[in-house]
């Protein structure tokens, strides 16, 4: 295998992967050849994700495992299924989509994840964790179904196998006996380190034609003597279970094979060519290093998760020569760098955290993402992180608030989604006190979709008892969290991601009023008619440059609910137009919970409800993506004034 210490600038010599369009071509090469076509994908993969920006180690992981699982099965016919879709880069390259790849997350470019939509070998698309068994298994169910001799594969990594559904998945799998196979990539050490001579040798042994015959032919003489099957059974078990953690996949009714070194091709390619042969659910674990082959990734595998894309050699600009002490000018201070939320909300965490002992941070697995690092380190025993498990943790969180803990859960806006219901029945019903910092709402930009925060505002809106703000910049964040952390039951904040307009951050814990509304700015005089912006949340900062250029009212609303009710009702008696912003959709959000307090008090007005669209949102920058929404000072605008008369 070659090795990189370097991302390479300019595109690398890849005649093997030059040579095919589809996958068919790699069933009919040899052993040597598909050494060289590993090693040319991922010198491909390196320069392309360092054009484009992009996820980066997942994919280093499994080159070998996307040319093996190419070689072996017969795609698309076969049905491949990529869990979360992080590691499926090398699969795009090699199934049609190699110079597309230079735009893969940019703005009408290829998407970040598989999707059904972009290629017939994308089988399932995908983006959170964990579906892939599920999704597998019915498709192998309907394969059954439909008398069609197709293989199925799952692939998932030991990080997705973490959590609920992929047990689920699993359990019901070796129930109905179902022709699928599963390859859990195992590249953290979370389930065994059993990589080596002893452990390859027994791999081989197990998926070998003669040990299955002899393993069948044993089953049907032992079946005649009683008891003898089960001591058989067992035996096998246990000596699996001595080099490998076999006994929990073959008693959930798999044949367990591995594990098996993920980047040895032969190994790889003999494994899965006898696997794919077998009837009933298979197991295939094999071991894998994420970022294999670029060494600045091995060492690092958790900061070379993705990368952003690399400055061009022709707009890099060489280092100045150095000046003698003589020559040398005072330099201007830079302006300091802007806080990211997630760094608010990390050191709110820690501060808070140092002045209430009850306070517990949970994480599903976004220590990094939710920025709970500092606090990980200085309050190693209030921080839990769960593993990809979000349900787990909001129900985690509701049986800490039962005891008198204060739980702060810090998660994603879509990864919310996952544990809904575990918000409403475990937590809203119960009136626990439990904090959501929810990150990443609205638009997040390249990973599309599946990961904009679109919905929550509405989803929240709906439960009983919730409280939802949304700060205007990095100082109301912080006073908000204090608020939420404060409020006797659930509460949440809601966020977005990268940073804010860099208003100056208190170093106080003091809370925001929860409920009551900023005015802004007021409109001057009364020519034209009088239009006023209640902007909830990130589209303060368009609002501002709207309400300058039509002398309108700008209203920040900073909590959805409760809403300021006053501040709604005065906005309606002193103006002709109210137009409400949020960067979530309209369908239930924001704007939707004004328009039903003016009908409940019988207020008639003219109402603007501006928001993201009822449709699933692309990706692209987040700057781009509000532009095709309208949701850019100028999209505002030009909304505003096709709805005056």
Request: hydrophobic share 40%; glycine share 8%.
């Amino acid at each position: 295998m070659k090795l990189f210490d370097e991302i390479p600038r300019e595109r690398p010599a890849t005649p093997m992967l030059d040579s095919f369009d589809h996958p068919a071509a790699l069933r009919a090469m040899n052993a040597a050849q598909l050494a060289q076509l590993a090693d040319e994908l991922r010198a491909y993969l390196l320069y392309s994700v360092g054009v484009s920006g992009g996820h980066f180690g997942a994919g280093l992981g499994v080159v070998e495992l996307s040319v093996a699982l190419h070689h072996v099965f017969h795609t698309p016919q076969d049905r491949l299924v990529w869990d979360v879709g992080h590691q499926a880069y090398p699969h795009k390259v090699l199934t049609g989509r190699r110079e597309a790849m230079l735009s893969i997350r940019q703005h009408g470019g290829l998407a970040a994840f598989p999707r059904r939509a972009e290629s017939e070998y994308d089988t399932f698309g995908v983006g959170h964790s964990s579906t892939s068994i599920s999704a597998a298994l019915g498709m192998a169910l309907a394969a059954r179904a439909q008398g069609e001799n197709r293989r199925v594969c799952a692939i998932i990594g030991d990080g997705a196998l973490s959590a609920g559904m992929a047990f689920e998945a699993l359990a019901h799998a070796g129930h109905v006996d179902a022709n699928m196979l599963v390859v859990l990539n195992d590249n953290e050490m979370s389930i065994s380190e059993n990589v080596g001579g002893m452990a390859t040798y027994l791999a081989r042994v197990l998926s070998s034609k003669p040990y299955l015959k002899m393993r069948e032919e044993s089953k049907k003489v032992l079946s005649h003597l009683p008891g003898a099957l089960e001591l058989a059974r067992r035996t096998e078990e246990h000596m699996k279970g001595m080099v490998s953690p076999a006994t929990l996949f073959e008693e959930m009714g798999f044949h367990y094979v591995g594990p098996i070194d993920g980047h040895d091709l032969d190994s790889l390619t003999q494994a899965l060519t006898h696997l794919s042969e077998l009837d009933g659910p298979q197991f295939l674990h094999i071991k894998t290093v994420k970022g294999k082959g670029f060494l600045p990734a091995e060492a690092d595998q958790i900061g070379y998760h993705a990368i952003t894309k690399l400055e061009k050699l022709e707009d890099a600009q060489p280092a100045p020569l150095a000046k003698s002490t003589a020559d040398k000018k005072p330099q201007a201070k830079k302006a300091p760098a802007k806080k990211k939320y997630c760094n608010v909300f990390g050191d709110w965490l820690c501060d808070m955290a140092a002045v209430d002992s009850r306070l517990m941070g949970i994480t599903p697995a976004m220590r990094e993402g939710s920025d709970l690092v500092r606090f990980s380190q200085e309050y190693p025993e209030r921080y839990f992180d769960v593993a990809i498990a979000e349900q787990h943790a909001v129900t985690l969180a509701a049986g800490m608030a039962c005891e008198n803990m204060k739980p702060v859960v810090a998660i994603y806006s879509t990864f919310l989604q996952r544990g809904y219901d575990q918000l409403i029945h475990d937590v809203a019903v119960q009136e626990l006190d439990v904090t959501f910092a929810i990150d990443r709402a609205g638009l997040v930009g390249e990973d599309g979709p599946t990961h904009h925060g679109s919905m929550d505002l509405s989803y929240l809106r709906c439960v009983p008892g919730m409280v939802i703000l949304a700060p205007a910049d990095e100082a109301e964040c912080r006073a908000m969290l204090s608020a939420a952390y404060h409020h006797p039951g659930p509460a949440a904040v809601r966020y977005p991601r990268g940073t804010g307009p860099g208003a100056e951050i208190p170093a106080h814990l003091e809370p925001i009023p929860i409920g009551q509304a900023d005015i802004r700015r007021s409109a001057q005089g009364v020519e034209g008619i009088r239009i006023a912006l209640l902007a909830f949340g990130s589209l303060n900062g368009p609002a501002a440059e709207v309400a300058e250029c039509l002398n309108a009212t700008h209203i920040n609303m900073r909590s959805i609910k409760p809403l300021d009710r006053d501040a709604v009702l005065h906005a309606a008696d002193e103006h002709e137009l109210l137009v409400t912003l949020e960067e979530n959709v309209i369908a239930g959000g924001a704007g939707s919970a004004v328009n039903e307090l003016l009908a409940a008090e019988g207020v008639q007005i003219e109402v603007l409800n501006l928001g993201l669209p009822d449709a699933f949102v692309e990706h692209g920058t987040p700057a781009e993506l509000l532009r095709d929404c309208g949701l850019d000072a100028e999209g505002i605008e030009r909304a505003i004034r096709a709805r005056l008369p």
